[in-house]
Every structure is written in C-alpha cells, then in structure tokens.
C-alpha cells in the first residue's frame, strides 16, 4: 500500500480515557482514579488541537476508544470535530452509558460504526465480569440503536470468565439480526492495571471446547483439516528477523489518554506528546517498529494466515524473536478441531457464509 510504504498516517487510533463504566477482569487498560494518581487525561483543547493536527498529516480512518470513550467530557466535541474533518470514524463502547440523548445524537450525526463489545448473555455473566448487571440495559441500548437507523457492530471477547456463555451470545446477535465478530485473542494488561493475563486466560483445550459448542449451536459445522500433530520446533534466533509489516508506525499510530503516543494499542511506548514535536514523534514510532520481530518460527509457518492477527498478542513477551508457545497451542488445536481453515478449503465453505470465521475475527 502507497500509504504505508511512504509513511502516510491515515488511520488513527484516539484512546480518550482509560475510565470505564465497567471493571472487566481481563481489561488490559481501565483505571481507576486511585490508579491514574497524579496523571491526568488529556483536555478537550488537547484532542481538538490533535484531530486538527492528524488532519493536516493525512488522517482518513479514526477509532475513538478507551477505556469507556464516552466518559471523556470532550467525547462529542471531538466526535464531531472529527465527523466533520470528513474522516471515517468508528466508536468503540462497551453500550452501557449510553443515554436516549447519545442515541439520537448519533442518529442524527452518525459515524461509519458503533462497535459494542457484548461480555456476555446474562446478567450473572455480566457480573462477574464486568462488575455491573448490566446485560438488560446494553441489549436494550442496542435495541434503541437499531430503532434510531444506527446499526452496531457487535464484538465478543472471550476469557474464563465468559466462554461458557459463547453459544447464547451468538444466538443473541442472530436473534438481533446483528453479525458478531468473536476474539479469543487477549491482550497482556498494562502494568499499572495490577491484571494478571494467567488470571483471566482461558487454557487452548477450553478454547476449543467453547468455540465448538458456539458453532454448533448456531448450525455451522467445522472445517475437514488434515491434522498437525506436532508444534514447530523452536528455530535458531534470526538476527536479520523480518521487521513488523503491518501498517502500524507506518500507516497509523495511537495517542493514548495521557498523550503517549506509539504506534499502536499493543505497544508501549514512553514517547510523550508534550515532549516531543509531532514530527519528532512519529519518526520515534518507526524506531519502535522496528524493534519488534517476526518471530522465526512464524516465518515460514502455513497457519500464520489464520494465527492471531498480532505478534505482539501473546502471553509470553519476553522472547519476541521466537513464537509464543501458548499463542501457537491455541492455533494448532483451533485448526485441528476444524475452526480454522486455509484460503485454498475455504472455497468449499459456502454454507459458512452467514458466519464466516474471517469475518468474525475481531480485528481490534
Ligand atoms: S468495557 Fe472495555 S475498557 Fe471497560 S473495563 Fe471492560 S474491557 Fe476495559
Ligand atoms: S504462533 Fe502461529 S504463526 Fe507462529 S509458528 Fe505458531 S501457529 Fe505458526
């Protein structure tokens, strides 16, 4: 791409706070006050001046996150701000805080997308969770969505504390007539956070089992994959390891709520806008970039096109040049229990189409 091979910022990642109305388990940034301390999110001014500038840079993909985005009390002046920018913008809420004003407000001046994350299919599951019985209400605020012409983009995450619930939150979205994209990939929480990534991760076997039961219960049946027996076996390290291709540092970037600037969600970064010239910043992420590995033994591997859509997604981030063997478990089993396929099956998938697994990958 044009863009990212001449280091064309165009999609950028705005995270306006790291407060939440919730407190998920395996939340990999919500802070409390107490936690945030003497930090401080950024001002309202501080992200109008930022959206301008992301403009002038070339910014044509936006995504609004957080934390709870909504929270930031500048939320609908930089929405709009950045609506009228002409930018494809995307807001990504957990759908409990909003109120029948923010729904019309949306309706009204609506974004290309509203991304829900859903937690859950009970109040019970909610609970325990998130911390909130707040199932009724979210499902209700979709619903309000959907009646105001704004449809929403639903997204599960899936850890131990909601697998068990896979199955009735597919059926949930079939019901709203809604398409559901499906994680199972978890982020290692931030420091700060005091979240263990061992706490909340399922194990690969659980995986599996709670992927299959969600299939099942919405008729789609897994893919006929030759099994592979045995996990790659670890490679030399590669000094000349391929760098990170994707667009991040190169096409896009974040700014995070407290003016941290990296090039993308997953990795940290101690480049502080209030230090650092905007052009002195984005210059820093490349640095970044190119300090992460392809793993060796990704290099060469046939299921990297259906493994996790990050590298830096994995439990184990102290040996980057080499795979992360709990990342890799989980995609052998996957394709191996048939919930994965490569392109050249995937042409004989036709009744998989209403839920196609590509499709369903969260792709945050
Ligand atoms: S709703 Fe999202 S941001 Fe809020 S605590 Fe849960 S995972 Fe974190
Ligand atoms: S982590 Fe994924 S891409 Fe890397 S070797 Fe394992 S299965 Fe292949």
């Known amino acids: 791409m044009l863009w990212k091979r001449q ?3 165009f999609a950028v990642f705005y995270e306006l706070t790291p407060r939440c109305t919730f407190d998920c388990r395996m939340c990999y940034i919500h802070l409390t006050p107490e936690q945030m301390g003497e930090r401080k999110e950024l001002s309202t001014e501080d992200w109008l001046r930022i959206v301008d500038r992301s403009f002038r840079e070339g910014m044509l993909y936006c995504v609004l996150t957080g934390g709870e985005c909504m929270l930031h009390p500048g939320f609908w002046q930089i929405y709009e701000r950045i609506l009228a920018g002409g930018a494809v913008l995307s ?4 759908g409990y805080a909003l109120t029948d004003a923010d729904i019309a407000r949306f309706a009204e001046n609506p974004p290309a997308s509203i991304r829900i994350t859903l937690y859950g299919a009970s109040e019970e599951v909610y609970e325990k969770l998130t911390g909130r019985r707040a199932f009724g209400r979210v499902v209700e605020n979709i619903q309000k969505l959907q009646a105001a012409g704004v449809t929403p983009k639903l997204t599960a ?3 131990r504390w909601n697998l068990q619930d896979f199955p009735e939150m597919l059926r949930l979205a079939q019901r709203l007539g809604l398409r559901m994209k499906y994680s199972f990939d978890l982020s290692v929480p931030n420091a700060d956070t005091g979240r263990c990534f061992e706490d909340y991760a399922p194990t690969p076997e659980e995986i599996v089992e709670a992927e299959l039961a969600g299939w099942k219960a919405v008729g789609m049946k897994p893919y006929q994959n030759e099994p592979i027996t045995e996990l790659p076996a670890r490679l030399p390290d590669d000094p000349n ?12 970037y974040t700014i995070h709520w407290d003016g941290r600037f990296s090039s ?3 990795v940290p970064t101690k480049i502080h806008i209030q230090d650092y010239t905007y052009e002195e910043a984005w210059a820093a992420v490349y640095e970044q970039i190119e300090h992460f590995p392809i793993p060796a033994e990704c290099q060469t591997c046939r299921l990297r096109p259906v493994c996790a859509p990050c590298y830096l997604l994995r439990k184990d981030q102290k040996d980057p040049f080499h795979c992360d063997p709990y990342r890799c478990r989980v995609t052998h089993l996957r394709y191996n229990a048939g919930l994965l396929t490569l392109k050249a099956n995937k042409k004989d998938e036709t009744e998989k189409e209403e839920y196609d697994p ?5 792709d945050g």
């Open 7 to 9: 280091r064309v910022p």
């Open 91 to 94: 807001v990504n809420t957990n």
């Open 157 to 159: 995450t899936l850890c």
């Open 241 to 252: 390891s391929v760098r990170l291709t994707c667009e991040a540092g190169r096409g896009s």
């Open 264 to 266: 993308c969600l997953n």
């Open 358 to 362: 590509e499709e369903m990958m969260h």
